[in-house]
């Protein structure tokens, strides 16, 4: 039931508290995602956007922020670019944002809230990926957590604050917020609504221009939409790979290098031996003894222990530096001066006396040089391959930091450079639905921030091989040329065209229904075949019943409207319009114990609330002074648009 009142939202009555919650909540992301560098610089119009009461907020917040917004964009839709955020208003709700954050903090301070370093630390012991493997707070588990969200510790203890400053000057103005029963019932009430109506569907297709647009005509519609033809950026990577294969034969040890580890290992190559015992650890010197005595009078050693109410272990291939770890220096003479089959004498360590019967012993001869020389030399190869190719590595990185080529140092690697097609920094070849090889996705947003012919390096994840390359071509965001996309802006205006077309057809259809026809005759008195209008009947109920399912546009413009009422409805793409009648309400009855009554009380009181927070925030704002800075604005606005001037 709770989903009536969150698609309840969606209705015209519930706008209002929609809004309000839902700007609360954006606020709050805003002021998580946004960080203080203060460190832009080289934007005209001054270097900050606004000032909130003593505050400034730099023009480098703004971009970053905007550049946090992208990323968060990109996580649905990858091929979303800064110029369809800014064209869409997110530069100036992302503004907002920051405003609302600085009034918040500004005001807090000013009336003497406060979120010190010992209440920002308890707040980041709190965070779960900070947090090592006994659960306690780890330095490496929070600097790993820092590294994943490209974020400095200043930078999250500042948005801390931020959270700790809302929860201490905002959270009590929207806790405990109490419905009155009457507008509880009322919004319950209205999950009883039933309405029925008719739905026309003008397709943009039948309006659609037949014959192509003049050089004139498309030039035009191509100048006044040139954002729909915006291309991302697309960076071209020339690169390689190299392995320890590029260290050639000097991986291959020599003589002196095998004798030498021959020499510095001879404990692990002399002659050794191994034993299997059966051991049994008494407290007591006499008990061990008399237990010893036993075994040696015929009694097997398994029923002695048994009867003492003891139990023996098995230790199999040990050697007397096993035994002398495990136990003492006197256990292992013990187990190693005895023969084959004895028991022998009680030997004493810290965890009492032992005794063990040895059941096998396994000499092992000293093995020679020349027995032994293939497993040197694979350890010794490895050795040198590892510090080799780390070396290599190392070297390249400074050569190429000196100044050396991509070209050269892949020559004296011996491979062979490749370029990429164009790349977008989302990860995919641009112009299709493929991803960048694998190799490459590590590197590629740092790709896409260094400059054309910078060659680097780096290690892939095996760590065993290592990438280098440049960016050998870029090719900024902008609208694709009229020359090369033709076909398709003939096509789009071929669509907005139709649509424009549509929008008339039901202009038309609207004003024939105002003046008293239905909208079924309205529909049929046009010339073309627009197919006869849609009856449909649904109540709230159905309507939140859908769940996750979108409630269709024109379905949620008829809880929107009066009855006896008609609108027009832009569907989405140019593809068409809609006219929405709504010919019945039907409002049922609502029981005194409905559940739906006190559900209503609870999640609207919450929407309630959020409202006086957002009030709240604007009081913080109004008694500080804000001051946009509106020259600062749009030189941001350009950079981030790649404007020049």
């Not at 703004?62 to 869409?88: C, G, H, K, S, Y």
């Not at 029925?196 to 659609?208: Q, V």
């Not at 024939?512 to 239905?518: I, K, L, S």
Request: proline share 4%; aromatic share 6%.
């Amino acid at each position: 039931m709770l989903t009536f009142f969150r698609n309840f939202f969606k209705t015209k009555i519930g706008l209002a508290i929609a809004l309000a919650f839902l700007g609360l909540i954006g606020f709050a992301f805003a002021s998580m995602d946004v960080s203080n560098t203060g460190a832009f610089g080289g934007v005209a119009g001054g270097d900050s956007v606004a000032v909130v009461g003593g505050s400034k907020i730099s023009t480098a917040e703004l971009n970053e922020a905007m550049d946090n917004a992208l990323r968060r964009a990109r996580e649905e839709n990858p091929d979303v670019t800064m110029q369809t955020l800014i064209a869409e208003g997110e530069m100036d709700r992302v503004l907002e944002g920051l405003i609302d954050r600085y009034a918040l903090m500004a005001w807090a301070e000013e009336n003497g809230f406060r979120a010190g370093a010992n209440l920002v630390n308890s707040e980041i012991r709190q965070i779960p990926a900070a947090r090592g493997p006994s659960g306690n707070f780890e330095t490496a588990a929070y600097e790993a957590f820092l590294r994943n969200n490209s974020i400095t510790d200043s930078q999250l203890r500042q948005q801390l604050r931020t959270t700790v400053y809302f929860q201490q000057a905002v959270f009590p103005a929207l806790y405990g917020t109490q419905l009155p029963e009457s507008i509880a019932r009322t919004y319950a009430r209205s999950f009883k609504e039933r309405r029925s109506g008719g739905i026309a569907t003008i397709p943009a297709a039948l309006f659609a221009p037949q014959g192509d647009p003049t050089d004139a005509q498309l030039s035009e519609f191509y100048a006044e939409n040139r954002s729909r033809f915006v291309r991302p950026e697309r960076r071209t990577l020339r690169y390689a790979t190299f392995d320890s294969s590029a260290l050639g034969g000097s991986i291959n040890p020599s003589d002196e290098d095998i004798a030498a580890y021959y020499q510095d290992n001879a404990e692990e190559y002399a002659a050794r031996e191994t034993r299997n015992l059966t051991q049994l650890i008494v407290p007591t010197r006499e008990g061990a003894e008399a237990l010893a005595a036993r075994v040696r009078g015929g009694e097997s050693f398994a029923q002695a222990a048994s009867s003492s109410g003891l139990r023996t272990t098995q230790l199999d291939g040990r050697e007397r530096s096993d035994i002398r770890s495990a136990a003492s220096q006197a256990v292992a003479d013990a187990y190693f001066s005895a023969s084959e089959g004895a028991v022998t004498a009680p030997a004493r360590s810290s965890l009492g006396w032992h005794i063990a019967r040895v059941n096998s012993v396994d000499p092992q001869p000293a093995r020679s040089l020349a027995e032994v020389r293939d497993s040197i030399v694979e350890v010794l190869r490895e050795q040198k391959r590892q510090r080799g190719i780390a070396e290599l590595a190392v070297g390249i990185e400074d050569r190429l930091a000196d100044g050396a080529s991509l070209s050269s140092v892949a020559s004296e690697l011996g491979v062979e450079l490749q370029d990429t097609p164009p790349l977008t920094d989302s990860g995919l070849i641009y112009g299709t639905g493929e991803r960048v090889p694998d190799m490459l996705a590590p590197v590629l947003e740092f790709a896409f921030q260094i400059d054309e012919g910078e060659p680097e390096i780096g290690a892939l994840a095996d760590q065993q091989t290592f990438l280098i390359y440049e960016v050998a071509d870029i090719t900024p965001s902008a609208a694709a040329p009229l020359a090369e996309i033709r076909n398709e802006v003939t096509a789009e205006w071929r669509r907005v065209r139709g649509n424009e077309g549509a929008e008339e057809a039901a202009n038309r259809v609207l004003r024939r229904v105002e003046e008293g026809a239905t909208l079924a005759e309205a529909v049929a008195a046009e010339e073309k075949a627009i197919g006869a209008p849609q009856q449909v009947t649904y109540s709230r109920e159905e309507l939140a019943r859908m769940g996750n399912t979108r409630v269709p546009a024109p379905i949620a413009l008829l809880f929107g409207m009066a009855k006896g009422t008609a609108k027009k409805l832009e569907g989405s793409r140019d593809l068409g319009w809609y006219v929405v009648d709504l010919e019945d309400i039907v409002l049922e009855d609502l029981e005194d114990n409905d559940p739906l009554i006190g559900q209503a009380k609870s999640q609207i009181a919450q929407a309630w609330g959020n409202e006086y927070g957002e009030q709240l925030i604007a009081a913080m704002r109004s008694k500080l002074g804000v001051e946009r800075n509106e020259e600062a604005i749009a030189a941001v606005r350009r950079q981030l648009l790649g404007e020049t001037n």
